[in-house]
């Protein structure tokens, strides 16, 4: 089993910035594609942003304001969050998905970290 933790999240106010982390350990493997996820209370998980061996994918609503990249020596991957907005508030996690075929298969999830944004 894949272990991520996620790290970084915190209060910002609006148009401000945040950087979060994932950290893996155990088992893992750099070809496996990791993404990020996140869910505000009430409301299902949605996809935020995606890296894999083929490239980068955001949902539209980040595009242009988030940047997903990965240190494959430190097994990290990263979400930079620029020009955030109070509707970007939720929890955050990351995910590991094993094979970078679509649609992906994520199999390993992080507990999460919480990123509240202030008008």
């Known amino acids: 089993q894949v272990q991520l933790v996620e790290s970084g999240g915190g209060l910002v106010q609006g148009g401000g910035s945040l950087r979060l982390s994932c950290a893996a350990s155990?088992?893992?493997?750099?070809?496996?594609?990791m993404g990020w996820f996140r869910q505000a209370p009430g409301k299902e998980r949605e996809f935020v942003a995606v890296?894999?061996?083929?490239?980068?994918n955001y949902a539209a609503s980040v595009k242009g304001r988030f940047t997903i990249s990965r240190d494959n020596d430190k097994n990290t991957v990263y979400l930079q969050m620029n020009s955030l907005k109070p509707e970007d508030t939720a929890v955050y996690y990351c995910?590991?998905?094993?094979?970078?075929?679509?649609?992906?298969?994520?199999?390993?999830w992080g507990q999460g970290t919480q990123v509240t944004v202030s008008s």
């Open positions: 995910a590991a998905a094993k094979s970078g075929i679509l649609p992906l298969k994520y199999d390993y």
């Open positions: 155990g088992r893992t493997d750099s070809s496996y594609a």
């Open positions: 890296i894999s061996w083929s490239g980068v």
